[in-house]
Nanobody
Framework: QVQLVESGGGLVQAGGSLRLSCAASGRTFRNYAMGWFRQAPGKEREFAAA????????RYADSVKGRFTISRDNAKNTVYLQMNSLKPEDTAVYYC????????????????????WGQGTQVTVSS
């Protein structure tokens, strides 16, 4: 029903920046909140950032707060993750996810609050 495609990943030196995009499509008229998660090799997928449909609510994991910025352009059906001051520990596959409605759940950091997931885009930060 909803398809999500991430892009913008790549290899960057520590201290550098990347901007990830997630384009949504599908035969649905439902608005939805969005989240970004990441998964490093051998580790579980963890929450990074989330945003409501209106952009009125934004949430960040402590590990990325102050460095990452989530935003969206609803006219383009796209959500972004601007990543600055990247560290080697940011290396992971980054996934975008769509929630069930336009609002952020109080459990926005939990994977089960999101119904649709993209294929992921690799971010590698070298030291």
């Amino acid at each position: 029903q909803v398809q999500l495609v991430e892009s913008g990943g790549g290899l960057v030196q520590a201290g550098g920046s990347l901007r990830l995009s997630c384009a949504a499509s599908g035969r649905t008229f439902r608005n939805y909140a969005m989240g970004w998660f990441r998964q490093a090799p051998g580790k579980e997928r963890e929450f990074a950032a989330a945003i409501s449909w209106s952009s009125g609510s934004k949430r960040y994991a402590d590990s990325v707060k102050g460095r990452f910025t989530i935003s969206r352009d609803n006219a383009k059906n796209t959500v972004y993750l601007q990543m600055n001051s990247l560290k080697p520990e940011d290396t992971a596959v980054y996934y975008c996810a769509a929630g069930r409605d336009q609002y952020l759940s109080t459990s926005y950091y939990e994977r089960h609050e999101y119904d649709y997931w993209g294929q992921g885009t690799q971010v590698t930060v070298s030291s």
